[in-house]
């Protein structure tokens, strides 16, 4: 039987990343025919979205396939009609990232995109231009899925599942899996035989069981993360191994990103290190990223720049085009996702968002019931539920004291007098991305 060709419409398709995503089409293409992929950006990012369209079609070509690239900075007409949406857009850019780390580290805490300050305010520029893309979707695509990657990815799946339009909704991260291919890696098998039950949030997700070809080996794993020399790292991360006797006793696997939480003090002196020599992440990634935009440029360049693997979103592509094509072949596969928890996760609203395991049918994911977490992690991850549910009221609002409610509850930020003066500075610093706290100064608004 012939299947339905399929539209993707990519929001902020002049991403350096937008070739792993095309790499992932010409992978799939014979099992997800994607005839147009529409690359959307704004006019600021015209001249990427011009670049890397660009090789993309080249791409196209070369692999053979049939799939029209159109490169646009109409929004509507992209979304028309459209079978799957994915959004991958900064604002502000990469200088609004530069200035979410540099700026609480200058009042001595973590800056990091997508958790603590920096985190906060990458949601509050990014939410509101979601739920606005949301509602276009409602009205120009209202079968699409919504695929999202843009972070504070965590955040922001609150944010769409409790004020968006549109519900058919799904966060994408590519952080489980690469800690799955980390743990074959490590244990010498191919990736296919390691099924990880996960269970947490965004950049908060807690390996709970692990099993090979359906044995439990989570003991063995976990003494193989215990070694310094075995560690599960990520290119954006420092690679600080962790105390093997809290890894034992732990008894479960962590993600790079509780780096942020277990070791708070060496990062943040990795961190004020990297500050003080212009070498913050986003620093680094906006050097890497002027050298990717040049290889792009080469008009004989017709594959992904291994390049581009320097990068931590690595293997996003494969999270992303597996979700699509498992929505589109009705594949009942087990993929780590963020969806709505309904129940999955006991003591986490029915609406809220979470990272779990999910069943992938041709009518989206269904999560795997996972009870109660164990009380070892429960504690931090309600923790930052209650900081994403607080920071998205705040995106939502404009309200002054929603956004320092969040970063006073957020446990990377250590006192309230800190919090202020951060929340202050940084409002200002982005300003002309935050209407919401300034257009309704009053009741609800800022000042
Ligand atoms: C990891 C995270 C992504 C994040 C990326 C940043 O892979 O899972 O959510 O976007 O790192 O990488 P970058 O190269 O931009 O620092």
Redesign the pocket.
């Given at each position: 039987m012939m299947k339905k060709a399929v539209k993707i419409t990519t929001i902020g398709g002049g991403s350096s990343y937008t070739p792993e995503l095309v790499e992932g089409f010409i992978k799939r293409y014979d099992e997800l025919p994607v005839r147009e992929l529409w690359l959307v950006d704004i006019e600021e990012g015209n001249e990427k979205l011009e670049i890397v369209g660009n090789l993309a079609k080249r791409m196209v070509e070369e692999a053979g396939v049939p799939m029209d690239i159109h490169l646009t900075l109409d929004r509507r007409q992209a979304l028309k009609g459209a079978d799957f949406v994915t959004t991958q857009m900064r604002v502000g850019q990469l200088d609004a990232r530069i200035k979410d780390e540099r700026i609480p580290l200058q009042h001595g805490i973590i800056g990091q995109?997508?958790n603590g300050a920096g985190g906060l305010f990458k949601g509050l520029r990014t939410i509101p231009v979601l739920l606005e893309i949301a509602e276009e979707m409602q009205e120009l695509c209202p079968d699409a899925w919504l695929i999202n990657?843009t972070?504070p990815?965590g955040m922001v799946t609150e944010a769409l599942l409790r004020y968006g339009k549109h519900q058919k909704v799904v966060g994408v991260?590519?952080?489980p899996v690469?800690v799955r291919m980390t743990i074959a890696r490590l244990l010498g098998v191919e990736t296919e035989r390691v099924q990880i039950d996960f269970a947490g949030l965004n950049?908060l997700v807690y390996g709970l069981n692990i099993y090979i070809d359906g044995d439990n080996k989570t003991k063995e794993v976990i003494e193989i993360l215990a070694d310094p020399e075995k560690q599960i790292t990520?290119?954006?991360?420092a690679p600080l191994p962790w105390l093997p006797e809290f890894q034992k006793s732990l008894g479960v696997v962590l993600c790079?990103?509780h780096r942020y939480y277990y070791k708070t003090k060496e990062i943040l002196e990795e961190e004020l290190e990297s500050f003080k020599t212009g070498k913050t992440?986003?620093e680094?990634?906006k050097r890497?990223e002027a050298e990717l935009f040049e290889l792009y440029k080469n008009p004989d360049l017709n594959i992904k720049p291994p390049q581009l693997e320097?990068?931590?979103?690595?293997y996003?592509s494969d999270a992303a085009c597996n979700l699509i094509s498992s929505i589109y072949n009705d594949k009942g596969d087990i993929q780590t996702l963020n969806v709505r928890n309904d129940g999955a996760i006991t003591g986490i609203p029915a609406e809220s968002a979470v990272e779990v395991n999910c069943f992938v049918t041709k009518d989206g994911p269904v999560p795997i019931a996972v009870g109660e977490l164990p009380v070892e992690v429960n504690g931090l991850v309600q923790q930052i539920k209650s900081f994403e549910r607080v920071a998205a009221e705040a995106a939502v609002t404009g309200s002054y004291e929603k956004a320092l409610l969040a970063l006073c509850i957020n446990p990377l930020v250590p006192s309230d007098e800190i919090a202020k003066n951060v929340l202050d500075d940084m409002l200002e610093a982005h300003k002309e991305f935050l209407p919401q706290f300034f257009q309704n100064a009053g009741e609800a608004g800022y000042r």
């Open positions: 995109e997508t990657f972070n990815a991260c590519n952080l690469n950049h990520m290119r954006n991360i790079p990103y992440r986003a680094v990634v890497l320097k990068r931590g979103g690595a996003y």
